[in-house]
T-cell receptor, first 111, second 113 residues
Framework: QKEVEQNSGPLSVPEGAIASLNCTYS??????FFWYRQYSGKSPELIMSIYSNGDKEDGRFTAQLNKASQYVSLLIRDSQPSDSANYLCAVTPYGNNRLAFGKGNQVVVIP | EPEVTQTPSHQVTQMGQEVILRCVPI?????FYWYRQILGQKVEFLVS????????KSEIFDDQFSVERPDGSNFTLKIRSTKLEDSAMYFC???????????FGPGTRLLVL
């Protein structure tokens, strides 16, 4: 079982719409959860961190965490063409300080 | 805003040669990391470093790899004898004491021929 799974294929959304991304993780003891954005050929850029169950909002981004179901999601409201990127879910497994990454969800915002 | 820097941005080397990738973490950070990303694949953890020693390493980080903090600002990754499969983007990251957030540098693209 992969540590972090992001199974959705590329997501195309019209400009101004909501993009919804999901991620599941295998280590029930994981404590810290992150969403990074990665443009092609660039490094991961932190968007959100979330540590407790529920929602966390930052501007147009909302992260949701459900530890019982072991999933993390990211909502992007009012999507802009500049949001077109690969979105990486990352988790800190229990007892570690490394990040375990999923493969990412490619988002394309269509003007 | 403080950021992690990495040099060189690109490196081309011959198989079997040694390479050293350099990183300058954010100045007040105490945790340092190396990750790599093979083209089209996910970001993979290599090693973490704290208090002048390796705190964790992955299966990828074998005897061909080493890390060093030679002075108060630099953090290096050395690959002793490069292989074709070492071709990847290598990212350095750093984090503050007590915080799990990691900030990534721009990366070094390594191509082994």
């Amino acid at each position: 079982q992969k540590e972090v799974e992001q199974n959705s294929g590329p997501l195309s959304v019209p400009e101004g719409a909501i993009a919804s991304l999901n991620c599941t993780y295998s280590d029930r003891g994981s404590q810290s959860f992150f969403w990074y954005r990665q443009y092609s050929g660039k490094s991961p850029e932190l968007i959100m961190s979330i540590y407790s169950n529920g929602d966390k909002e930052d501007g147009r981004f909302t992260a949701q965490l459900n530890k019982a179901s072991q999933y993390v999601s990211l909502l992007i409201r009012d999507s802009q063409p500049s949001d077109s990127a690969n979105y990486l879910c990352a988790v800190t497994p229990y007892g570690n300080n490394r990040l375990a990454f999923g493969k990412g969800n490619q988002v394309v915002v269509i003007p | 805003e403080p950021e992690v820097t990495q040099t060189p941005s690109h490196q081309v080397t011959q198989m079997g040669q040694e390479v050293i990738l350099r990183c300058v973490p954010i100045s007040n950070h105490l945790y340092f990391y190396w990750y790599r990303q093979i083209l089209g694949q996910k970001v993979e953890f290599l090693v973490s470093f704290y208090n002048n020693e390796i705190s964790e390493k992955s299966e990828i980080f074998d005897d061909q790899f080493s890390v060093e903090r030679p002075d108060g600002s630099n953090f290096t990754l050395k690959i002793r004898s490069t292989k074709l499969e070492d071709s990847a983007m290598y990212f350095c990251a750093s984090g503050e004491e007590g915080m799990e957030t990691q900030y990534f540098g721009p990366g070094t693209r390594l191509l082994v021929l």
